[in-house]
C-alpha cells in the first residue's frame, strides 16, 4: 500500500520561499502524475501543480512562474519549490499522486497535508 508523507511546510513571510517534499514508500507498480493540490480555510481544494511521468509540468495561474514542481522517480518523491509567497498562498498543501497499477487502472493516492502559513 502506498504512503505519502509530506514536509517542509511552515510559516513564511511574504517574499520568503519554502520547499514542500512528498516522499512515496510502499509498492508501487508505476507512477503516472504526482501533484500538489492546497485548501485554503473555508475554500475549495484547489490544483497548484502537477507533472507527468514523461516531465510535463502544468501550473495555477495564481503560482505560475513562482513555483516550481519536481520529481525524482528514483526515489518517488515530489517537490514543489515555492518564490515570492503570498499570504494568499496559506493553507493545506497535499500531495497527490496517480499510480498506475499492473492492470492499467489509475489510482488517486492522497498525503495528510503540510501547513503553509504565509504572514507577517
Known amino acids: 500500500q502506498v504512503q505519502l508523507v509530506e514536509s517542509g511546510g511552515g510559516l513564511v513571510q511574504p517574499g520568503g520561499s519554502l520547499r514542500l517534499s512528498c516522499a512515496a514508500s510502499?509498492?508501487?507498480?508505476?507512477?503516472?502524475?504526482m501533484g500538489w493540490h492546497r485548501q485554503a480555510p473555508g475554500k475549495e481544494r484547489e490544483l497548484v501543480a502537477s507533472i507527468t511521468n514523461v516531465h510535463s509540468t502544468n501550473y495555477a495561474d495564481s503560482v505560475k512562474g513562482r513555483f516550481t514542481i519536481s520529481i525524482n522517480n528514483a526515489k518517488n518523491t515530489l517537490y514543489l519549490q515555492m518564490n515570492s509567497l503570498k499570504p494568499e498562498d496559506t493553507g493545506v498543501y497535499y500531495c497527490?499522486?496517480?499510480?498506475?497499477?499492473?492492470?492499467?487502472?489509475?489510482?488517486?493516492?492522497w498525503g495528510q497535508g503540510t501547513q503553509v502559513t504565509v504572514s507577517s
Open positions: 497527490n499522486l496517480i499510480e498506475r497499477l499492473w492492470n492499467d487502472v489509475l489510482v488517486p493516492r
Open positions: 510502499g509498492s508501487i507498480f508505476s507512477i503516472n502524475a
